[in-house]
Nanobody
Framework: QVQLVESGGGLVQAGGSLRLSCAAS????????MGWFRQAPGKEREFVAR????????YYADSVKGRFTISRDNAKNMVYLQMNSLKAEDTAVYYC??????????????????WGQGTQVTVSS
């Protein structure tokens, strides 16, 4: 069992930065592929970024590529999302998620094993 708790959200002006953190419980954190997702009001939850178990492979949605950076610290059971050059369209609730048996696609969000409760990010224009 893994529990995920996000923090670091808030209100920021367009062009600003925020760093989201996700703290994971459990001894097997390093066995999970980790990801960040977001959900804006009235929209479906969408993929933002993914990081491999060891942290050596990272993948981003086109909408955030070059602006967001995902990282992890397996010794601390933490995953992070550094968000720079924020835009109004980045406004959403951001969730971290864990997948123990990653099979190459997150097109079906039901394959993810654990989700955090989310943290609100609001970007004012």
């Amino acid at each position: 069992q893994v529990q995920l708790v996000e923090s670091g959200g808030g209100l920021v002006q367009a062009g600003g930065s925020l760093r989201l953190s996700c703290a994971a419980s459990g001894r097997t954190f390093s066995s999970y592929v980790m990801g960040w997702f977001r959900q804006a009001p009235g929209k479906e939850r969408e993929f933002v970024a993914r990081i491999s178990r060891g942290g050596g492979s990272r993948y981003y949605a086109d909408s955030v590529k070059g602006r967001f950076t995902i990282s992890r610290d397996n010794a601390k059971n933490m995953v992070y999302l550094q968000m720079n050059s924020l835009k109004a369209e980045d406004t959403a609730v951001y969730y971290c998620a864990a997948d123990e048996d990653y099979r190459g696609s997150w097109s079906n969000l039901e394959v993810l094993d654990y989700w955090g409760q989310g943290t609100q990010v609001t970007v004012s224009s």
